[in-house]
């Protein structure tokens, strides 16, 4: 699978949008980066708040999300076993207004014109 940075020239010309596009592309990855908003989460923690989520699938989305850049994975050796928790990063946290842009964005769409779609 191609990265953000790879997926920019897609269709033969610069084309920013489809990084944006690949950063968020996955069933589970813009509810783990809503998730990171408010604080950081370890894997276990993570798959329990997402219902349906398998462990592959997560690490999945976990690992493309880290190679992104999105979010860091912190690793402190001190536990037994080693805990490893997950935050965003700058480009991560440089996405919470675009997220939140995209549920307000849903959210008036389903309150406007769902309803015309479904009336049809």
């Known amino acids: 699978m191609k990265n953000a940075v790879e997926m920019s020239y897609r269709h033969a010309e610069f084309c920013p949008l489809d990084s944006t ?3 968020l592309d996955g069933k589970w990855k813009s509810i ?7 604080h950081d989460y ?3 923690e993570l798959l329990r708040g997402l ?5 592959r699938m ?9 190679g992104d850049h999105i979010i860091v994975k912190h690793i402190d050796p001190s536990f037994v076993p080693i ?7 700058a ?7 675009i997220i939140r842009a995209m549920d ?17």
């Not at 307000?104 to 049809?120: E, H, T």
């Open 21 to 23: 596009l690949q950063v």
């Open 32 to 38: 783990i980066i809503c998730r990171l908003i408010h």
């Open 42 to 44: 370890r894997f276990t």
């Open 51 to 55: 219902p349906g989520c398998s462990q």
């Open 58 to 66: 997560l690490s999945l989305q976990l690992s493309q999300l880290l």
């Open 83 to 89: 805990k490893c928790s997950y935050s965003l990063t």
């Open 91 to 97: 480009a991560g946290k440089s996405l919470i207004p």
């Open 104 to 120: 307000n964005w849903g959210n008036n769409y389903l309150k406007n014109f769902a309803r015309i779609v479904k009336d049809s």
